[in-house]
């Protein structure tokens, strides 16, 4: 065997000059190719494409390179100069990050004057600020905003993810310039107490998540930074170290093995995933960290020549922008404005957010970063923006609020008194009503956004890859407050009970599972509405229960289902309700039908626009008149 000094030098040319890696930084196009990846899945699982249902995991990918590319600037600014510059490196990531933030936040402001439903235009203040300071992952904590939640989503959702990324720019070359200090040299020794770090906050992840809503340990700085925490690891494992050829190749080989990871877990992993929360995050992250690695390293490699291709570097380049842009013009760009579904809206909203990021690359972040707007100038351009977008918000936000839960929407004394109960699908229903159509009808609106009908203890899923949505108090509570307060004052003579979303997933009741459409799923089911209905009908009157209209993609399999707990619960409760059939209406072949008659029925396939819903009220109301006719 030859000696070590005889083994292949497995070193890039700056690398061998200093003895190690990480002697200075050239221009990776493999590491723009990573970037691209985790872009294109995060774009393609918000357009709801159905063969990366684990897109969402792009983010760490970007939260892997994040902790690498960022500790090894520092280290070798630290080895060039010496000791590092906060002030410079956090002028430089402003540069980089704030003006393409600004121009998104100032369009926000623009949505929600012209295009924002009352609960997107109620949240948009808070959110918009809290992007603007980069706290938004906190502000959607501490406001209980689900991140599965997809009904009137803010446009700013996807912030949470780059306030962690700023969080972690802030306090990070603080932390870093600190274990220099201790460790000097050793780096080896601050990795391991970093991975010691990264492993706790994979842990504090499992504990908050519990078994209900996860969105507490999805959106959490301390339970996030676990992937930061790898990237960063490894970043300070390799640093000037001497690679010999069995290192390369063990870590060549786990750059396969990552890819492979990474692929299946985009294609196989859904958002609702509970082993994700209790090790799977863990998993997704040592597998991108072990991709970068491979495609760093010098000497023969799987991933660099895959990531270096020239179409992934070029998006790679303008990943900033297109993660920016993508969401707001996602909500933005919707079935009910667009009338497209399917792969021609897919391919619209791609390519609108594609447009738009070159535009915001090249015209906007490029120019400021290479150097417009130098030193003092650019600190108060940066202030005086800053303070020109956050009274842009105040301005476009004055006097939103909360829409109020229970709404009188038409009708007078002595008319027809409607009341409707469900969750948005519902809400929006009652919230369209077209009264001047219907001025013998009154209709009170007491539909709860993203709560169902059932109190059981938790909302497991449904469906796999289904979205968990769901907070039992917060849903008992609002609803017995609207639904004591109306049945007592607004007296309906009929409620329109919606069966939706929220009643297709399994639940835990009394410590065991119920897989939705089983048997033990139904029986519970028709007695938990059968509460319900005596709840509406304690001061008389009936509930018409209705059909859902029918789910699309992976919720389709729920409308039989559904469909039978409608006539289950009718016919256990023939004297208190009626069955009104939706499905047979809209959808009479049992599958999803994006227009009726030639009328747009979903904003965004599943909530009613406003021409869907006074299409189904035009055929509503006169089967309710009917119904009750025909009860004397």
């Not at 906060?86 to 936040?105: C, D, I, K, Q």
Request: hydrophobic share 50%.
């Amino acid at each position: 065997m030859p000696p070590p000094a005889a083994a292949p030098d497995l070193r890039t040319g700056a690398a061998a000059a200093g003895g190690g890696l990480h002697r200075r930084i050239g221009y990776l196009p493999q590491l723009d190719g990573v970037r691209a990846v985790a872009v294109l899945a995060v774009m393609a699982y918000h357009a709801e494409v159905s063969w990366l249902a684990g897109g969402f995991l792009g983010v760490d990918v970007f939260f892997a390179l994040s902790g690498y590319l960022i500790t090894t600037l520092l280290l070798v600014e630290r080895d060039q100069d010496g000791s590092i510059s906060l002030v410079g490196f956090w002028g430089r990531r402003a540069r980089r990050l704030l003006p393409a933030l600004y121009a998104v936040l100032v369009f926000t402001a623009l949505f929600g004057v012209l295009w924002a439903s009352e609960v997107q235009l109620a949240r948009l203040r808070g959110d918009a600020l809290a992007a603007l300071l980069y706290v938004a992952n906190w502000r959607l904590i501490f406001s209980e905003q689900s991140y599965f939640d997809i009904f009137d989503p803010s446009p700013l959702r996807h912030m949470w993810s780059l306030a962690i990324e700023e969080q972690w720019y802030l306090l990070w070359p603080v932390l870093a310039g600190a274990g220099f200090r201790r460790f000097g040299s050793r780096t080896a020794a601050m990795a391991a107490l970093v991975l010691a770090a990264g492993l706790c906050s994979a842990a504090l992840m499992a504990v908050l998540a519990g078994d209900g809503d996860p969105s507490r340990s999805y959106y959490g700085t301390d339970t996030r930074a676990q992937t930061l925490l790898l990237g960063t690891a490894a970043a300070l494992w390799l640093h000037r170290r001497q690679v010999s050829v069995a290192m390369a190749r063990a870590v060549q080989a786990a750059g396969v093995a990552g890819t492979w990871v990474l692929v299946a877990c985009f294609a196989m992993v859904h958002d609702g995933d509970q082993w994700m929360y209790r090790g799977g995050f863990l998993l997704v992250a040592v597998a991108a960290v072990a991709v970068i690695t491979s495609a760093v390293l010098p000497g023969a490699s799987f991933t660099r020549p895959l990531l270096q291709v020239a179409p992934l570097a070029w998006i790679g380049r303008i990943s900033y922008g297109l993660y920016l842009w993508h969401w707001p013009l996602y909500v933005l760009i919707d079935e009910e404005r667009t009338g497209l579904s399917g792969p021609a809206l897919v391919g619209t909203r791609f390519a609108v957010t594609f447009v738009v990021a070159l535009i915001s690359y090249h015209h906007l972040e490029m120019p400021i970063r290479r150097g417009a707007l130098p030193g003092r100038a650019g600190l108060v351009s940066a202030l005086a923006a800053a303070a020109l977008v956050a009274g842009t918000i105040l301005v476009a936000t004055v006097g939103a609020e909360e829409p109020e839960v229970a709404l009188e929407v038409g009708g007078g004394v002595g008319d027809l008194r409607v009341m409707v109960v469900g969750d948005s699908v519902g809400y929006g229903l009652a919230s369209f009503f077209p009264a001047d159509a219907h001025p013998d009808v009154a209709v009170r609106n007491a539909a709860v956004y993203a709560c169902g009908l059932f109190d059981a203890e938790a909302q497991i899923g449904g469906a796999p890859g289904e979205r968990r949505m769901y907070s039992r108090d917060r849903c008992v509570s609002l609803r017995h407050q609207v639904w004591d307060e109306d049945v007592a004052q607004f007296d309906p003579e009929v409620t329109v009970m919606e069966l939706g979303v929220y009643e297709g997933f399994d639940y835990e009741v009394d410590g065991e599972v119920l897989a939705f459409g089983s048997d033990a799923w139904r029986r519970y089911a028709v007695e938990e509405l059968g509460r319900r209905v005596d709840e509406l009908t304690s001061g008389g009157g009936r509930v018409a229960v209705l059909t859902p209209h029918c789910f699309r993609g992976r919720a389709a399999e729920k409308n039989t289902t559904l469909a039978a707990l409608a006539h289950d619960l009718v016919d256990e409760h023939p004297d208190e309700t009626f069955l009104v059939d939706l499905m047979a209406f809209l959808c009479p072949d049992g599958s999803y039908q994006a227009e009726h008659d030639g009328t747009r029925l979903y904003k965004d396939g599943r909530h009613y626009g406003r021409a869907g819903a006074e299409l189904v009220w035009s055929w509503l109301v006169p089967q309710l008149e009917a119904e009750l006719r025909e009860a004397g």
